[in-house]
């Protein structure tokens, strides 16, 4: 009897560990290259907290990963803006208790209440950008540059590659187009889908590269322009001058990256700490001094790095925010992006 009350006690007393284990633990889900090297250690120094990060390169992969059991097992995912409807529908995302998070007070009037998810409820803004082209210096014309480099066969000057993000990369061919973003208009998408096939089948197109594979084709010669996200067009720029960034002259696709907890996160009070902790006004700043992305944390400008502030291709000026789109969820509309996007791809 007393070897198995001894037995018993020593269950119990593992299963209180593991669940203090647990509790200190955070598990993020997050891009690749999304935060400087001592960001998290310097959170858990300040928190106690260990923390697990994983990495993801596309949406889709990480709404797969979430949908095959993720949404249990991380503590924090950082989705782009315009799949957070869909990510709501299907109950993949737990309510902020801003309660818990003083420092969201911080955010920029522009990401307080956005219109994909109304009152904050399930999301505070992490970083936001634009889509814009790194390119060879001397090798691609313009200041900046224009998208036509890549979507008009005429003025194709080089090797160059594109995204492979659906809404994103047919989000970019429609600004070029001057058409908005969003379009479910049937002679719009037919105007697409005939651009991207014929893009396709140019002697210069390189295919579509998803990550930093894109940047690195540029940084090495092999293209001499290519579409990708700005703080790492400009971060690979920083280490090769033969390169830049710019956001085209016909305008970009906006994008916005939130954090957000998973609807069955293990350890969500971490979670909390941690939303709070980038909110800070200093933290905030030295995620986007580091990212080159700007800050949608508006405590955070007076310690962000002058020489960024005035980059137009980090902070763009007024008259080219008007030329920005924010991708917005279709719901059902969405197929139509999907079919033709696996059109594009398959031909």
Request: with cysteine; charged share 25%; net charge neutral.
């Amino acid at each position: 009897m007393r070897k198995i009350l001894l037995m018993a006690l020593a269950m119990v007393l593992l299963a209180a560990n593991m669940a203090l284990a647990a509790d200190k633990e955070l598990r993020i889900f997050i891009w690749s290259e999304y935060m400087p090297e001592d960001y998290i250690p310097n959170f858990e120094k300040a928190t106690g907290i260990n923390v697990r990060v994983d990495h993801y390169e596309s949406m889709e992969e990480m709404i797969a990963k979430l949908q095959a059991g993720g949404v249990s097992q991380y503590d924090i995912v950082v989705p782009s803006d315009y799949v957070m409807p869909t990510m709501i529908n299907l109950g993949l995302l737990a309510k902020i208790d801003h309660a818990k998070v003083p420092n969201i007070k911080n955010l920029d009037p522009l990401f307080v209440s956005p219109k994909y998810d109304a009152g904050n409820t399930y999301s505070v803004a992490y970083q936001w950008g634009t889509l814009g082209m790194m390119y060879k210096k001397g090798k691609v014309p313009g200041d900046p540059p224009s998208w036509s480099v890549m979507f008009d066969e005429k003025k194709q000057v080089g090797p160059f590659v594109l995204i492979d993000s659906v809404r994103e990369m047919l989000g970019s061919a429609l600004v070029y187009m001057g058409k908005d973003v969003n379009t479910t208009d049937p002679a719009d998408l037919k105007a697409l889908a005939e651009l991207m096939l014929k893009v396709k089948k140019s002697k210069y197109f390189q295919g579509f590269e998803v990550g930093t594979g894109a940047r690195s084709k540029v940084v090495a010669g092999t293209a001499v322009a290519a579409i990708v996200y700005n703080g790492d067009g400009l971060r690979a720029v920083a280490e090769d001058p033969t390169s830049g960034f710019a956001n085209p002259a016909e305008g970009a696709v906006m994008w916005v990256d939130s954090m957000c907890i998973p609807a069955k996160a293990p350890n969500p009070e971490a979670a909390l700490k941690f939303i709070n902790y980038v909110m800070d006004a200093k933290n905030g700043a030295d995620l986007s001094n580091w990212t080159q992305y700007p800050t949608p944390n508006k405590a955070a400008m007076e310690f962000i790095t002058p020489d960024d502030l005035k980059n137009p291709a980090i902070y763009p000026p007024k008259d080219y925010i008007n030329k920005l789109q924010l991708l917005r969820d279709l719901g059902k509309d969405n197929r139509l992006y999907d079919e033709l996007w696996t059109m594009i791809k398959t031909r």
